[in-house]
C-alpha cells in the first residue's frame, strides 16, 4: 500500500510530505463524519465546552463570548477545516492565525492534549454508536496534527518581536 499524506498534515513546498499524494479516502471519511455531527447545530460545541469547563475549570477565564457566541466561533473553524481539507495551504494558514490568536487568549501548549481529547469524546457522545473505533483514531490523529500546527505558530509569534499596539 503506498504511503498517502494526511489531509491535516502540512510540509513546505520541497518536503517530503508534499510529495506524497493526499489521502483522498481519509478526507472522505473525516467530512463524512463531520457531517453527522454537524446534522446536530451547534451541539458538539455544547457538549465539547461542558467537558472542557468540567475538567479543567481554570480555562473559563480565556472565553471571554457569551456561550452562544463561543460554540458558533468553534463551528466555524471546524468548518472552515473540514471544508480545506484538500487544500492543505489553506488549512495551514488558518491553523497558524488560531495559533497566534488563542495564545493571545492565554493557551498554553498543555491545554491542547485535552482539548483533543475532550473533542473527540464529544463527537463520541454526540454520534454514539455511529463514530467507530476507527473514527476516533481519524479524529484524534487530525486533532493532535491541527494542534501541533496551532503550537508551532503560537511560538514563532512569542519568538518573533513584541507586539503592540493592540
Do not use: C
Request: charged share 20%; proline share 6%; hydrophobic share 45%.
Amino acid at each position: 500500500m503506498p504511503l498517502k499524506r494526511h489531509p491535516v498534515a502540512v510540509s513546505n513546498t520541497a518536503g517530503t510530505l508534499a510529495r506524497l499524494p493526499l489521502d483522498s479516502a481519509l478526507v472522505a471519511e473525516l467530512r463524512a463524519t463531520y457531517e453527522q455531527v454537524r446534522a446536530h447545530d451547534s451541539r458538539l460545541a455544547e457538549i465539547f465546552y461542558a467537558r472542557l469547563f468540567a475538567a479543567a475549570p481554570q480555562v473559563r477565564g480565556m472565553f471571554r463570548s457569551d456561550p452562544a457566541m463561543q460554540a458558533a466561533k468553534l463551528m466555524a473553524a471546524l468548518d472552515i477545516v473540514v471544508r480545506n481539507l484538500d487544500a492543505g495551504e489553506a488549512n495551514a494558514t488558518l491553523l497558524a492565525e488560531l495559533g497566534r490568536k488563542h495564545a493571545t487568549y492565554g493557551a498554553k501548549p498543555e491545554h491542547y492534549p485535552l482539548v483533543t481529547s475532550l473533542l473527540v469524546e464529544s463527537m463520541q457522545e454526540l454520534l454514539g454508536p455511529r463514530f467507530s473505533p476507527e473514527h476516533r483514531e481519524q479524529w484524534t490523529l487530525a486533532f493532535a496534527l491541527i494542534s501541533q500546527q496551532m503550537i508551532a505558530a503560537a511560538g514563532k509569534a512569542h519568538s518573533g518581536p513584541a507586539r503592540t499596539g493592540e
